[in-house]
């Protein structure tokens, strides 16, 4: 299936965005690497603010709300560059920190895209909804593809554990894990389903789509595959419960192997399981229930009236202390899934009965009610309803049983004592064995399981295990119970570590990069040494349980008296903080230091059992019944006994059982784990980490700190760690110079792309881009240290932005000429208009020009339509001449077609002559091979006539020969039989001479003669019998003859058909010379015709050429009658506009005409008073003469006038003059004579004005 088919996937977009929306959300994201960083948030995780002020060891920074604050640097966290939006695979972001680890989650959550890759992590985040990506059309998808060519997915981690156990021969494991609610079961199944899919040969079960499931029911009911995925709601009844996180919490871990042969085929399957808690099958805790089948069980009518159970589960103690239903799980519908498992499972009708019946017996035991005897240490039964009912259930006499739990009998050395029990004590003692029954019968449920998919393990060649199993818990109280589950996940994750560490290694080797290992796992060791190695906490634990008298207290004091200030991992406990319960002690582990409480850990550890009770049970009716089987490892002290009876023989029996018994929990538990590991270490591990987003349960709902809490529990955050140790980032050589080439463009263009991005990396050197610490150069990779691929990017933007300043520096230069440009036209085009109207106003009234002006318009226009006239005329000619030249053409291709069509027919005679002639040169040759056939046959019947003549030829004379010697030898016979009979005769005459002779003789000479006749006798008959003889070979004679005739007429016919044959042969060779002559007739034809087409093809050719010369130069007409109408057409354009601007300057010509002819009468009237006021202005002239003659008469007198006033003044100056000096001598001499005396002249002055008249 192609990638377009994908997307139409309605599952498609939640795995992969399409890269437009990609590159669209990138382009629009509202911060930036440089300008924003992330500032921790209590609520949010990490919130994005904008850097205000950027100091060295601090920045300042506006939050999105706008207040400022100021962060440490080390508080702060930088943000990805946008290109690592979103991304599938955390480890390649090049800032490795929480904040962009949570982001991207969160980003990628937003969009429902649950699954991403940190490294060798596939990390899940809960949906909380039903998303369409676990389909049958998704699964194929994922089918034999690589993990790198489709977007994250579980089906992907599957995919690649399946391809990697066919190629490598290798076991697998899928490591799921994740607290409470996550989603690992979901994910378990989800992956057995895909195995089950492609074990099973490519169809799918169930699991994916809806509809397939039920498919594959009717197909398949008891398939091995189905069975694999039916066996998870058969043990999920038993061992999942609700819980405040998890509706379905399953309270056990379990291993799940899937077995296949050698070519991957499903063969088998098998089931470990790890940790129940057992506590939920007495008490539960607010807003829990206990295991769902209780619940299931009680909506079957049926079964409660077998089991005389009431309809009201809270009459039941034991599993009705909380909630007793579920949100949306219907425990009815529950039941029919139950019920349906075991079907196909293959439990029979007695094993489920057994199963319900021991589940009612525990809540019938919750129900026993116990009371102190009056002044004893001694408790009895209070009520017998209850114990009988389940004694019944139970197949054991009651009394025994209420004897059992209340006084126990214990073995104290070889006697038999019993021990008084107080109530508090026999309900503890019911409660364990309750508790111990439950757990028993899951073990039993699991061993049952497993036996149905044992398939045929015999062709097991590899397997897949699936481990679910809870993962890292702090809880306000954290028991014996989260200290096992803790200690699993660090060996887990010391696992991971070392894996990562290993694959790193190998990497690292495989690219030749020099690195100095380090081995991760190591860091865990030392907490790990801490729980498990001898004076650790598990192995003093389990010695405190064998130390009489020790208490929790006494275990805590020796566990700090040990550790404390001398172990790094052991601490002290912190005083509880809100909800937190009081601590005896802390560890340190990988994920946080966890405060334990050790209340309860040496009972937890010994979790001691009533031994009379088991014994009682054991003891109980029928030993096929699930309560006496679930007990057959485990060994009471009555066994012990009765053991020890039977004799030493059995004493390894005796001893195993005795060990198994005094088995502690860690003991157990231990051993489970470190089978697990070691199994483990055998297989080549994928892991998942599942989320849980929130704990309301709500899809699409991110609950920062609870995520975060996660990411460090369970390992992704310590993952990268380790990455930004080494050299997280990697990218092949041909991405990086296709990425960076920009950076070192004449470097990137060497050939050989590795030396060209060595020679990058070294021209980055230099420029101090980088430094040699940030990267090395492998065999096909660079690897880059954390964050430095931020710094190229940035590089990069900066270069790119560099680009793009050009280019738009010139876009926009361009644009600024452009608009230069048509401004400076319009500036022209003013002036000439200006210029224009101005030189229109001077000569608007010149009568040519008016003359003009009227015929203007008609010369231009008569101009413009002789041109256009042309134009068209032209037009029309090339129009014609193009219409001839599309006749000719049509014309010419006809005729090509023609030509084509006949050379094409010719070409059709001539192959349909060939093949005549062909099948007639295949005739003739069949002919001749029947010819020589015939000859041969007919040579053959010759050869065969001759043998046959020779033969008869040879059988007559023989024949001949044979009659000719029997009758020699019969007619010797004769001669000889009839000399005899003549002898005989001549005897007899002699004999009857002698009998004449003598009468004795004759009786013995008649003898002799009957003797002799008789011999006779025998001779005629020899004879006779030589006479059938002949006649026999007569006929012989006879029939050979006529064979002979046969033959000889056969001869004739075949001489006939010789003949025939002959004649045809002569005939075909006669057809066949003609033929021949057909031939090289045709031949001629052909060799004719083939000239004929080579001159057509060459004509075809040459009109092809000239058809193509004539179609180019029609398409330079075209082309050209394009232009000339182009031309017209802006032409014509041109004239419309000329003719409109003709129009217009008409208008305002006759605009100003008008205004000519009103300014006309205007002119008339204005000379009209002009002639008036002429008159006017001629008398006036008139006047003026008049006047200015007296004026001027005037004047002159005034002027004589003048000249006698100007003599007169000149005298009188000269006068004055001469005044002036005597008035001054007098005043020299006044001011000699009397300096001091007062003026006498003081008032002589005159004054005279400019005409010299006195004033
Ligand atoms: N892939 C998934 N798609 C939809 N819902 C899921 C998915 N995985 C988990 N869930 C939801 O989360 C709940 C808890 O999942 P479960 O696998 O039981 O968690 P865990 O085993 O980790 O405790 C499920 O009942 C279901 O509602
Ligand atoms: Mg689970």
Redesign the pocket.
């Known amino acids: 299936m192609a990638q377009s088919e994908w997307m139409q996937d309605p599952g498609w977009k939640f795995l992969r965005q399409s890269d437009e929306e990609k590159l669209q959300e990138q382009a629009t994201r509202k911060f930036d690497n440089k300008t924003h960083t992330w500032i921790p948030d209590p609520e949010e995780g990490f919130l994005i603010a904008a850097i205000a002020v950027d100091e060295t060891d601090s920045l300042s920074v506006t939050l999105p709300n706008g207040t400022q604050k100021k962060y440490t640097r080390d508080q702060c966290q930088e943000i990805n560059p946008a290109k690592f939006e979103k991304t599938e695979d955390m480890s390649n972001l090049t800032m490795l920190n929480e904040a962009s680890v949570l982001h991207n989650l969160r980003q990628r959550y937003r969009n429902m895209m649950?699954y991403t890759y940190s490294g060798l992590f596939c990390v899940?985040v809960?949906?909380?909804?039903?998303?369409p990506?676990?389909t049958d059309s998704v699964a194929k998808m994922y089918v034999n593809r690589r993990r790198s060519e489709m977007p994250p997915h579980?089906f992907a981690v599957a995919d690649e554990a399946f391809r990697n156990m066919i190629s490598e021969h290798e076991n697998q494991s899928m490591l799921?894990t994740?607290?409470?609610?996550?989603?690992?079961?979901?994910?378990?199944?989800?992956v057995i389903s895909y195995f089950a899919m492609i074990g099973a040969g490519g169809q799918a079960v169930g699991g994916g789509g809806q509809a397939s499931e039920i498919d594959t029911k009717k197909k398949s009911e008891n398939s091995l595959e189905n069975q694999i995925v039916q066996a998870n709601p058969a043990i999920e009844a038993f061992g999942?419960g609700a819980?405040v996180?998890?509706?379905?919490?399953?309270r056990f871990g379990k291993f799940i192997r899937i077995h296949f042969d050698k070519r991957g085929k499903l063969v088998g399957g098998d089931i470990e399981h790890y940790l129940l808690e057992k506590s939920r099958v007495i008490k539960q805790a607010p807003g829990e229930r206990s295991y769902h089948i209780f619940y299931q069980m009680m909506t079957q009518k049926k079964l409660r009236d077998r089991f005389s159970l009431t309809d009201n589960i809270r009459d039941y103690n034991f599993v009705s202390q909380a909630e007793i239903t579920v949100p949306?799980m219907d425990d009815k519908e529950e039941f029919k899934a139950t019920n349906t498992a075991f079907d196909v499972m293959g439990f029979s009708d007695f094993e489920k009965d057994e199963l319900y019946k021991t589940c009612a017996a525990i809540m019938f035991m919750g129900n026993m009610k116990f009371k102190q005897k009056p002044r004893d240490e001694q408790a009895e039964i209070d009520g017998m309803d209850a114990p009988e009912k389940a004694a019944r259930l139970l197949g054991v006499n009651v009394d025994l049983f209420i004897h059992a739990l209340c006084a126990p009998k214990i073995k104290v050395g070889n006697e038999w004592v019993t021990k008084a029990q107080n109530v508090q004590q026999v309900d503890w003692g019911v409660g364990a064995l309750s508790k111990a029954i439950y757990a028993r019968v899951f073990t039993w449920l699991i061993n049952r399981c497993n036996e149905t998919l044992t398939g045929h393990l015999e062709d097991a060649a590899h397997y897949i295990g699936v481990l679910?199993i809870?993962?890292f818990e702090i809880f306000n109280r954290n028991s014996f119970e989260q200290l096992w589950i803790n200690f699993v996940n660090e060996k887990l994750q010391q696992f991971f570590n070392h894996h990562m560490f290993v694959l790193e290694q190998e990497e690292y080797r495989r690219e030749g990069i020099e690195w100095t290992f380090i081995d991760f796992g190591l860091d865990l060791q030392a907490c790990i040494e801490l729980i498990e190695k001898p004076l650790g906490i598990i192995s003093m634990l389990d010695e405190e349980c064998i130390v009489p008298k020790a208490t929790d207290m006494t275990y805590v004091d020796k566990l700090t008296n040990q550790h404390l200030g001398k172990h790094p991992n052991f601490v002290k406990a912190k005083p509880p903080k809100g909800k937190e319960a009081h601590a005896h002690f802390a560890i340190v582990h990988y994920a946080g230091t966890v405060r334990y409480n050790a209340e309860q850990w040496l009972d937890k550890n010994k979790d001691p059992l009533n031994d009379s009770a088991v014994a009682c049970l054991k003891a109980g009716g029928n030993p096929e019944a699930l309560v006496c089987k679930i007990w057959s490892d485990y060994m009471t002290d009555v066994d012990r006994e009765a053991a020890a009876a039977r004799g030493k023989t059995e004493t390894g029996g005796k001893k195993k059982g005795k060990s198994a018994s005094f088995m502690t929990v860690s003991t157990m538990y231990r051993e489970s784990l470190n089978s697990l590991m070691t199994m483990l270490h055998t297989t080549h591990p994928h892991f998942i980490r599942?989320i849980?987003p929130n704990e309301k349960?709500t899809?699409g709902l991110i609950e920062a700190p609870l995520v975060l809490n996660q990411l460090t529990c369970n390992g992704v955050l310590e993952g990268i760690r380790i990455c930004r140790k080494g050299f997280p980032n990697r990218m092949c050589y041909d991405e990086f110079r296709y990425r960076y080439a920009i950076l070192a463009a004449d470097e990137a263009n060497d050939k050989d792309t590795k030396v060209a991005s060595i020679k990058m990396l070294d021209k980055m050197l230099k420029t101090q881009l980088l430094i040699a610490d940030h990267f090395r150069s492998g065999a096909t990779k660079v690897f880059f240290r954390a964050g430095v691929l931020a710094r190229l990017e940035e590089a990069r933007d900066e270069a790119i932005a560099k680009f793009i300043l050009y280019f738009q520096a010139a876009i926009r230069a361009r644009l600024a000429l452009d608009d230069y440009a048509s401004k400076i036209q319009q500036i022209d085009a003013a002036g000439i208009i200006q210029e224009n109207v101005r030189s229109w106003v001077v000569v608007r009234k010149w009568p040519w020009f008016r003359l003009y002006a009227k015929l203007k318009p008609l010369l231009k226009g008569m101009k413009s339509n002789a041109e256009i006239e042309a134009l068209e005329k032209r037009c029309k000619e090339i129009e014609a001449a193009h219409k001839i030249e599309e006749e000719t053409r049509k014309r010419l291709e006809d005729e090509l077609r023609a030509k084509k069509e006949e050379c094409a027919d010719t070409q059709a005679a001539l192959d349909r002559e060939r093949a005549a002639i062909e099948r007639r040169n295949k005739e003739i040759e069949e002919l001749n091979a029947s010819l020589r056939k015939e000859q041969e046959k007919l040579e053959e019947a010759d050869k065969k006539q001759k043998d046959l003549e020779k033969q008869r030829e040879r059988e007559r004379k023989e024949a001949e020969e044979k009659e000719r010697k029997l009758g020699a030898e019969l007619e010797q016979e004769k001669n000889r039989a009839q000399a005899e009979a003549e002898v005989y005769k001549e005897k007899l005459k002699t004999a009857e001479e002698a009998a004449q002779k003598g009468e004795r003789t004759r009786k013995a000479q008649e003898k002799e003669l009957t003797d002799m006749a008789n011999q006779l006798e025998a001779a005629r008959q020899k004879n006779d019998r030589q006479e059938n003889e002949r006649n026999k070979l007569a006929e012989q004679l006879e029939k050979a003859e006529n064979e002979a005739i046969v033959e000889r007429k056969q001869r004739d016919e075949m001489q006939k058909a010789n003949k025939k044959l002959e004649a045809q042969l002569r005939a075909m060779k006669e057809q066949m010379e003609l033929m021949q002559k057909d031939r090289s007739n045709s031949d001629v034809d052909l060799k004719r015709r083939d000239e004929e087409i080579s001159i057509l093809k060459s004509k075809a050719l040459s009109d092809a050429n000239l058809i193509a010369k004539l179609q180019s130069t029609l398409r330079a007409l075209i082309a050209r009658i394009e232009e000339l109408e182009e031309d017209l057409d802006a032409q014509s354009r041109a004239r419309n506009r000329i003719e409109k601007h003709r129009n217009e300057l008409q208008a305002q010509l006759d605009s100003i005409n008008e205004q000519c002819t009103e300014a006309k009468g205007q002119l008339t009237a204005q000379v009209h008073l002009n002639n008036t006021r002429a008159t006017e202005m001629a008398e006036l002239h008139r006047e003026i003469e008049r006047k200015s003659l007296t004026h001027e008469a005037y004047v002159a007198d005034l002027c004589s006038m003048q000249y006698l006033t100007i003599s007169q003044l000149r005298n009188l100056s000269q006068q004055a003059a001469t005044i002036e000096n005597e008035a001054s001598q007098l005043l020299d001499i006044r001011r000699a004579q009397t300096l001091g005396g007062a003026l006498t002249r003081d008032n002589t002055v005159t004054i005279y004005d400019e005409n010299g008249s006195h004033l």
């Open positions: 649950i899940f809960n949906p909380y909804k039903m998303l990506i676990y579980l799921i994740g607290e409470s609610g996550a989603g690992k079961t979901e994910n378990t199944k989800k999942n819980t996180r998890n509706y379905n919490s399953s949306c679910d809870a993962g599942c849980i349960k899809s």
